[in-house]
C-alpha cells in the first residue's frame, strides 16, 4: 500500500504536456525545472523536479514540433549535440548539480521524416554489464556509414577518477540500436584514468580511427595509472576494429 501511495504522490507532480502549449513556453518550463533543481534542497531536488524535468522532456522529444526544434536556450543549462545529418540528437544533464559524484542521465531523440521519438541512453538491463558506464555527459555524435553513430561521453564516479566511452549505434527502421561487440569485441569502450591524466580518448573522423591512451590499476596507489601505449581502432564493415 506504501509503494501504491508514493506512486500517487508523483503522478501529481508530474507535468502533462498540453497540445496547445507552444514549443518556446514548454522550453521555458523545462528551464524553470531545471533552474528549480539546481536551488532545491537534497529532498526536493530528486523527489520533485527531477521527476518533473525528466518527464516533460520525455513528453517533448516525442512531440512533432520537436523534431526541428533547436531547443536553443534549454542549450544553456545541458548539454544537447546532434549528428550532422539531424536524425539523432542527444540530452545529457546531471540531476546532482554539485559534488564529485556524477550520475548523468541521456535521452536520445531519433528523427524519422517529420516525426520523432525518443530513447534513453541507459537501457536499464542488469543483465547488461556495461550499462553501469553509461551514466555519461554525452559529448560528441559522430555519423559513420549505414546509419551508424559513434556516440562520445564522459562521467564519473568520483574517488579521484573519471572515464571516457565510445560507442558504435545504428538507427534501422526509426529505431536506435545498440551494436554488440563493434568496440574491437566489445559492447562498450571505457577508458578509466586518474583525473590528473587525460583519456587520450580522440576520434578522427576523416581517417575513422580512435585513439586513446592505456591505464593499469595501481594497487598501491589505488588509482588507473597511464601506460606509455596508445591503442588505435579504425572503422571497418560497420564495427571499429584494432588497428
Known amino acids: 500500500m506504501r509503494h501504491l501511495f508514493l506512486l500517487l504522490v508523483v503522478g501529481q507532480l508530474t507535468f502533462t504536456l498540453d497540445a496547445q502549449d507552444t514549443p518556446v513556453a514548454v522550453e521555458t518550463e523545462l528551464i524553470r525545472l531545471r533552474d528549480s533543481m539546481r536551488h532545491a534542497d537534497y529532498q526536493y531536488r530528486f523527489e520533485r523536479y527531477a521527476p518533473q524535468f525528466r518527464t516533460l522532456l520525455e513528453q517533448s522529444l516525442s512531440a512533432d514540433w520537436s523534431c526541428s526544434y533547436p531547443f536553443a536556450d534549454l542549450d544553456s543549462v545541458l548539454q544537447i549535440i546532434t549528428s550532422e545529418d539531424q536524425q539523432l540528437r542527444a540530452f545529457s544533464w546531471n540531476p546532482v548539480l554539485s559534488g564529485t559524484w556524477h550520475n548523468y ?16 541512453y541507459q537501457s536499464g538491463d542488469e543483465q547488461d554489464t556495461m550499462d ?3 551514466d555519461v555527459y554525452l559529448q560528441r555524435i559522430y555519423d559513420l556509414p549505414n546509419q551508424h553513430y559513434l556516440l562520445v561521453g564522459w562521467g564519473t564516479h568520483g574517488s579521484g577518477h573519471h572515464r571516457k566511452t565510445a560507442e558504435l549505434v545504428r538507427i534501422v ?19 578509466k584514468s586518474a583525473r590528473i591524466h587525460d583519456s587520450g580518448l580522440r576520434y578522427d573522423p576523416v581517417t ?19 601506460k606509455e ?3 588505435h581502432l579504425i572503422f571497418q564493415n560497420n564495427a ?3 588497428e
Open 208 to 226: 575513422r580511427r580512435i585513439t586513446h591512451n592505456v591505464f593499469y590499476y595501481d594497487d598501491e596507489t589505488g588509482f588507473y595509472t597511464a
Open 105 to 120: 542521465q541521456s535521452l536520445l531523440q531519433v528523427r524519422r521524416g517529420d516525426r520523432c521519438h525518443w530513447q534513453t
Open 229 to 231: 601505449e596508445q591503442r
Open 173 to 191: 527502421d526509426g529505431q536506435l540500436q545498440t551494436c554488440p561487440g563493434a568496440m574491437a569485441g566489445l559492447d562498450l569502450l571505457v577508458v
Open 240 to 242: 571499429f576494429v584494432f
Open 132 to 134: 553501469i558506464f553509461r
